[in-house]
Structures are given as C-alpha cells and as structure tokens.
C-alpha cells in the first residue's frame, strides 16, 4: 500500500529483517548491503533500490517471491506498469570477485482495487482482503466497492446499510452514497440521503451521485432528479430515450440513445453549453466543473472549468474505453488497460501516463482518482439500455465489462451473432426499420463468459423528434408553433388546423398572427419523405377571451399582465396588480412579490382587492382570504368574517367590508379615523376608500363619507342623489348617479374632479392616486387627471372593456370577453315607501351582455338592463331581487338576491276642520300627511266594500285639496292612500 514519509512518495513495505549500519561505508571489497529494499512511486512507475557498497564492478539480480526476475539486473530496478500480480516479496542478490551478498525481503502490495489522493500521490488504505470487486466509486473521503456476489464494501466513507447484498451498482460523492438493487430500486445512505425520495424510485438501471444531489435512469429511458439540490435541477423536457447519467456539482448529464448529451443545472463554467456538433457520444462524466464526453471511435472531448488545464485533453491519448472526473482532475481508461491523467490536482508529479495495466474501470471524485484492475471472469458493469433513433441514423451500443484481461466481445442482433461485432462498442450506420430488434453482447475471457441482457432498438423511418407545444395567446396576439422531426431525407411538412390543411403553410415553423377567437383550436403537422408520412400529435391554441392593458406613466410598476390566463376583473394595487380567473382562481404580477403572491390553495374567488403590504380575496360563499406581510396581524379578524358582499382596500393599508345585509366593518390604518364607521351606518349598497377617507353608497341613493377632510374629500355636495356606486382616489371621491352622470368633490390638483362635460353614459368608476378613470356604457374609457400626462388618453382602439381599475400612476382595463362573469354581489336596501329604489349588476363576458332582473325568482318584465330603478316603491313590491347575465356563450345568475325592504311611509289623512261644502253644491276636502311629490288616491264607497277611484292627486306642497262635483248626490265614504309605482 502506498504512504507518504520524508516527503517521498513510496510504495509501504512488509520489511523482513534489518541490517545495522557501520559508522563508516566501505569503499571496496565483496559486496555489502545497507539496508532493506526501498520503493518510491513516481509518474513513470516505481523504482526499487538498495543502499550498496563494494568493489566494482557490481552485479544484481532481483527475485520475486525468490524467483530471479528476467531482466531485473540494474539498481535501482525499475516497475514502469503496475498491477496486481507484481505483489509479493522482493529482494536482490548483489556480487563481485570478492564475494556474494543478498538483501533482506520487502513486500510489495498492489491491491485489486487502488485509490489515490492525486496531490500528493498518497494510496489510500483500500482493505487488502478486497478481491472480486466489479465495480468501484470513491469521493473525497473513501469509496466503495461492489463485488460480484451483490456486496458492497467501504472504505474511509460511512458504513454500508446492513443487510444490503443484492446491489448491481454503486455511486458515491461527497458522502452521498447511493445503491442501485438488482430488482431495479435504488437506496441511498450517508449525508443527503433521502430514503423518502428513493423509495419512490423503480425500474432503475443506472444511477450517480453528485454533490447535493443524485440521479437515477429508468429502463424507459427516462430520469429522475432527487437530493439537496433536485429544486434546481428539473428535468427538461428533452432528456428522454436517454442510455446514461451522470451527476456533478449541482450538474445532470443525460446521454441520449441518438448519441446526443444533455446537460442541465449549474452552468457558470460553460458545463451545459454542449459543443456544436457533439454526437457519437456513448459515455460521460462530470467533475467540479468540466465534463468529459467519449465517442465512440476513442477520442474524448473536454469542455467547463479548465483552469487547471483538466479540459485539456492530452494530444497523445490513446482510444479510450472509459472517463472520470474529479476535483481539478480528469482521468481515461485507454483499451490497452493503462490509466492516464491530466489536470491541476496532479500537483508538481504531473500528469500519469500508463502508470497502471491491466485496469478494467476508472472512477474518480473530489481531489482522489481510482483503478480497478481486471481479475476473474468477466461480469457486465453496465448493461445495454434500448434506444429509439430514426431512420439513417448512426447508432453506438457500448458496453463496459470487468475482468480479468484481455476480454473478447461479441454482439449479437435476435441472438444471432454479427460477423466482426467484436469491439467494445458496436456501430450501425445509415440504420434502417429492418435493423430494429434485440441487440446484447457476450464478453469472455479465459475464465468464463457472460451474455449481457437485450436492449432494444427502435428505428423510426420517420420520426417526431419534438412535437408542438400548446400554447394560449390573447385576441389580436401571435403564436409560433414548431416541430423537430428526424428521418431520411429530404423532409416536407403540411401543418394541419382541426385535421385540415392550411393552404401554404409547409415550413417546420407555424406562424399566426392578428390571432382571433376562431383560431382556437388543434394544429398538427404531417412530416414526409419519400417512405411515407408521419402526423405530430396535436397541439391546442387557446385563444384567451379576455385581454388586459395597462396605461400610465408609473411604467417601473406596470408589467404586463401574462398571457397564458383568462381574467375576469383586475385590482391595481401599489406596485402590484392582482387579477380573478374566469375559474375564480387568483393571479399577480408586478413588484412587491411578498403581498402579491396568493395562495395556492385559492379557489373560488368572485373579487379581489389590492393594497400596499396585503390583498384580499372575497369567495363565493362570502368569506374572505387574506394574504401578504401585514397579513398575520389581521387574519384572525378576516377569517371570521362571513356574508361578504363587497370589499376595498387602501394602498396605505386600511379595509372596508360590506356585508350582504348593507352593514360596514373596517381595520388597519386609522390616523384619521378612515376605519370608524360612522354610528349606525345601514342599509350601503357600496364602498370605496382613498388615502385616508372612505365613502359609503346607501341603498335611498346618499352617499356617506368619512375620515380625513384636508381637501374636502368628505364634503358630499349637499344635493348629491340617486348615486349607485362610488370611487376614491388618494384625496378626492367620486360617484356614479343612476342617470350616467359623474360627480366628482375633493382635491383637484391634477384635474381630477374635473368631469369631461357631456359624460352622460358612465356604467363603472375608479379612482387612482390623482387619477379618475370611467367604463362608460358603450364598453369604452375615459380617463382625466395628472395633466399634462399620458393617463388622460386611453391607448388607441381601446373598446370592448369590461372592467377597469387604477391607482398611483397607471390604469387597467379588462377587454371581454368569454361567458358572463358577475364581479358584483347582491346586497340587501331599504327604502320609504314612494322612494326610488336602484339595483345595479356589473359583470364580464363577450359583448352584448343581456339582463334579466327578477323579483323572488320571477322575471321582470322590461328590467333589462345593467341598472334597475323602482321609482314610488310601495309595501307589495318587497322581496328579493337577483338579475341574471347572458351572451352569446352562456349565462350567470347573481349567487344570492338583494331583499329589498319598504318602509311604509304616514297614510294620508283628513285634515280636521277641513270638510266644506261650498254655496255652489260641491264637496271640499283637504288631504295631508303624504310625501312630497307623492301620488295619492282618493277612494269612494257608497257601502264600505266596493270601492272606486275618485281622484288620483300629486301632493306638491304640504296638503292636497279635493272637490267633489255638486252633480253628485246621495251618501259617500271616502279614504286616500299613497298611490303604487307606475302610470
């Protein structure tokens, strides 16, 4: 075994006996030996002296186990190739005229198995009993050995797992370990072992472990990632058929059947860049950085980290038959059984050149390279595993085998063998459909023989190497769709929309442009030559329904939305923007990631609201989730909330909720008092906040503000009414009338409570930072405020919208549209008998939109539109009203009724004292107690049951004042009511 001593590098020896030295060496007579044999190991082999004096001339024989060596007459006898059957006891017969000498025995041994640290060379203590071994794997702190009978032993390294005894490989690196069993599972042990992820592995053939990470090869020929680092390893697409893998630091490489590498991972060094051109590849290896391919003709190709010059294939490598890497190092295995090593860990020794014969398989790891020498029969380290190749293709079969050298190979196709197979890798070019079939290999030497398991070749004649991928695109947007196909030349392609051919779209590229709902569909491709014809498994175009913009001048925090979703209604929020799917899931996208990213478990969301450090989503049964950094503090509070009807949120972090029966609850931030609700604050129908100050529509029509009043933001105008929404932006407020008219009060800095004159049709408000933003009931804009800016004008062509939103900056607004999505819920309101009452529905969804509003579950004749007003509502007309959305695509009914209460109001009466009977023969009488502007009915009976209209009167002042007509006689009763809604 080698050591180090005296900053030698040296064989260890087994020392037979010791000479004691005179004070004084002898310059002459018969031959004399100081000392026992001594070995020092360099690059070019050992060198065996001993320490001699005598007269000259001086003869030497060395013996081995004391047979005199041919050939070995010089001092000091030199070893240039080691190997295990030069172990033994040496020593040298030494002589002249004068007389005889022999020295005593040292004892040299070369193990089965040999493991270097490279710099300085230093033998590791490989167990000396360690005999047939069959495969080896090391790192930086030992390595292991598997034996033929499914053993495995360590050395330096953690223990092997009891009980571990039908292993058919091993893998090792930075203590990692990992076990592959003959019934193809895996089981790893030692640091980052993961038994949970292991177990989950089956039909495995290969593995390999790299630093933080491992990596395992299906009988398929697919891979699995799994370890530390597997998060940063996902398999790509692109590594199936694959034949080997290899794993590094923080590194895969997949060798796929066609003979093609990839690589994945950690790439700072160039390791993933493949060189062009790289095929014929049949094995890889990866180290701290580089990453060697061999081909199949012998040659290696190096390519990563080469600063020690480990990427710097020796000029005068031989064929090689295998690789390893390591930590600065890289080393070969050359057909002829020599090692040879290069790179900057070999230190001031430099590299090894055929050190060692009769090596049957390299490994190497961290700082430390290893030989397994041959010995015993042969047995199969790496069986062959099928492949798929189209046709024309060159195909390379390798195998790897152990034993005792040299080893003949012979392949074989159906069992049958091929006449000159008899390489270690078996080549087949310009391969054809009849090739496909059973291919295995039967290596022998003079001690037996072994015939590996079939792999099977698949030859395509033609052959889809990369299909078409879906994708999802908006109206009005591009989609490139390609296909990779391999096979004999020359190639044509007919690309296909639902099974039918486009007319002139022949290249292996698809381009739509300008991309309209009724593109949406499956596109395929037909590939051909001149042996037939291959179709590509269709890909779908989803045509999103829904198309978001986003205008403004706070451009650093306004991305674009992606485009893979179907957004219903959008929440501008600060530095962040969060959309509702269709599918009442959420999405986000902006800055400030930690309040923006909902959580996985989100569904059924009908609304969301965006503020500064946390959102809000409210779900169909009217519970809310919260999200975001300011989040804990409020979760507990927000997960109790129930019958949600309407949420809105500060960018400066303060809430308001609405509830189904029109009551108001509020948290966060109350500097001025934004968040208490004014006492006895019912019957809202909506709700907006601002900076600090917050608005409230009531269900008669009012508006209700609150908080701070620095720029008479909460100042209402005095004869505001028949409002059915309101916005806020930082310090105005605005309200949206029943009629389509727009009223705007607080600060105006940039203009914006400066309505454009003649804005008559508004059916949607927002507000932003200084930013006033309108949907108006023909599906377009309008926007005013930070004059002088681009926020005034609406990108051009602009129409269809649905939704809008805004806030510091910038505006977004939601083009539809798909089926009909309602982003309003009901809320309950009461109003005084005779009043106004207004329902609104907002909703989004391919244009027109139709409503159907319904009163306790009976459709309304006439109510069809998005705002329903009752005007003079009466006792009879209570109850529940709910609207449904319909399209060209379907329908959506509002998830409960909005009950509306009547209040009745004072029954008019008789005014006392005010029955006159006038000289002319009429009947006079005054009626009061009825609203102002109220229809009042006075009803006659001549005997208390049947009743009929005398009058039907307005009340314009305080008193209504009725004649009978003197033409009438007899007896009368007479009672008023306040007349019903209607002519």
Known sequence: MFHSCSCLRRFAWVVGCGIALPLAAQTGGPPLIWGAPQQILTNSGIKISVPVSGSAPLSYQWLLNGVALAGATTNPYWLPT?????????????????????????????????????????????????????QIAVDGGGGLALKADGTVVAWGTDDVPAGLTNAAAVALDSGAAVGLREDGTVISWGMLADPVGDASLSNIVAVSAGYGSRIALRADGTVAVWGGFASELTV??????VVQVASGDVLCLALKGDGTVVAWGDGRFGETNIPPGLDRVVSVATGNGQVLALRADGTVVAWGFGRGGECSVPANLGPAVGVAAGQGLSVALQADGTLVGWGESFGPTGPITGLFTNVVQAAASYYRWAGLFGSGPPFLSRPPVGRTVAAGSTVDFFM???????????WQFNGVDLPGATQAVLSLTNVQVTQAGAYSVRVSNALGQVTSGAANLTVLGLEIVSQPQPQQCFIGSSAVFSVVAGGTPPLTYQWQFNGANLVGCTNSSLVLTNIQAGAAGNYSVVVSHPGGSVTSAAALLYVSPYQVTVWGTNTLFTPQVPSDVDLVAVSAGFYYNLGLKSDGTVISWGANAA?????????N????????????????????????????????????????????????????????????TGWGENGSGQTTIPAGLTNVVGVAVGAFHSLAA????????WGDDTYGQINVPANLSNVIAVAAGDYHSLALKADGTVVAWGRSSEGQTLVPPGLTNAAAIAGGGNE???????????????????????????????AISATEGYYIAVQGGGQPFLTSQMVNRSVTQGATAHFRATASGRLPLSYQWRLNGANLPGATNAVFSLAGVQPSQAGAYSVVVTNGLGFAASLTAARLSVTEGSVPGFAPGSLLLSPDGQFHLTLQGAPPGARVLLLESINLVDWTVAASLTNTASQVIFSEPATKSGSRFYRAQIAPAGP
């Open 82 to 134: 080691l190997q295990p059957s030069q172990s033994g006891a040496y020593s040298v017969v030494v002589s002249n005229v004068l007389g005889v000498a022999t020295s005593a025995s040292a004892t040299l041994l070369i193990p089965n198995v040999i493991s270097f640290n490279s710099d300085p060379w230093n033998q590791e203590a490989v167990p000396g009993d360690l005999t047939n071994v069959v």
């Open 236 to 241: 790509p697409a692109t590594a199936t058929n």
């Open 400 to 410: 790897t085998a152990v034993g005792g050298m040299p080893l003949g190979y012979q």
């Open 595 to 603: 309040a923006a990213q909902p959580p996985a478990d989100l569904t």
């Open 605 to 664: 969301a009908v609304a969301v609201a965006a503020a500064s450090d946390f959102s809000l989503a409210l779900r169909a049964d009217g519970t809310v989730e919260i999200w975001g950094v300011n989040a804990p503090a409020f979760t507990s509070l927000v997960q109790s909330l129930k019958n949600v009807a309407a949420l809105a949120v500060s960018p400066w972090n303060f809430s308001l909720v609405l509830f189904a029966d029109g009551t108001v």
């Open 698 to 705: 009531k269900g008669d029509g009012a508006v209700v503000a």
């Open 772 to 802: 006033s933003l309108v949907l108006k009931a023909d599906n377009t804009v309008a926007a005013w405020g930070e004059s002088g800016s681009h926020l005034a004008n609406p990108p051009a062509g602009l129409s269809s919208v649905v």
